[in-house]
């Protein structure tokens, strides 16, 4: 049991961390057939494509203001309800203006939701924008441009999320230049459906200080070395590398054999409904799976707020 364990997450969709029954109440509002993205509870995928597809389409139900302070309240409450003090979303405006409501209005809805849930659980939150590749440079480089113009103290990230397969990070370039230039937390996804090449491009275009996944960087000696050396920080979410089989199962997953290489790792959910987890569940697989101890726990909980974009006054509040 690691409930009594304080955790942190500094990688979750927020889309991707709907509840299917909130997904499906959302739905009948609106009067919207996602029969065949949602069944018997469960979102339905069977690979990485077809995973950002049903993402893409389930993100629909989610039309107005209140729609998006409602998703964000529900799940930094569960978040809460586990012992969590500190969230990092991430967030696409994108799917904001997909849907008709506008970057500005998505955003506000959001940090409503995040006002909501400190208010009633204490639980600190910031916001990562991400751009997703599959929508093209351009609507990564308005992404950057949207994080960077918004002045907004909740949003204190930049990513890049979606189809890893789409480009090169180069291709990404000017975006992650924006938003470094804007004094922004840089982030990238890489290493997850790509090989070591991914985290490699990524280290040397982006120069981020945290990667999502990274996980395949094991499969090149001087790579994991490299990431040790620079102190880069890797959001591993071991239940999604398994549910979308980055590795075949936990046994075969490199968390471990990162940490001992000196890699900086943490811990997170990354869409825990549609991999059927949770921020919870990923702590007692670091327990069940990996075999950590609860001071080795405690430490990946300590990475994530050393590595948090969040203000140094709040950091010390957190640690
Ligand atoms: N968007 C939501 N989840 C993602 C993942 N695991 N990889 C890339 N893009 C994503
Ligand atoms: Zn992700």
Redesign the pocket.
Known sequence: MTRHLKKVELHC?LE?AAPPSLTLAQARKYNIDIAAYLKDGAYVWHDFASF?QC?DKISEVYKTEEDYALLTETYLGELASVGTIYSELIVSPDHGKRIGLGADAYIAGVCEGIRRAEAANGIVARLIVTGERHFGPDSVVGAAEYAAKARNPLITGFNL??E?RMGRVADYARAFDIARDAGLGLTI?AG?VCGPFSVADALDVVRPSRIGHGVRAIEDEALVRRLAEQGTVLEVCPG?NIA?KVFPDFAAHPLRRLKEAGVRVTISS??PPFFHTSLEREYELAASAFGFTDSEIDELTRTGLEAAFVDEETRKVLL
């Open positions: 969709h991707g950002l993402y999320a979606g890893e996804h997850e999604s979308l990354d869409d």
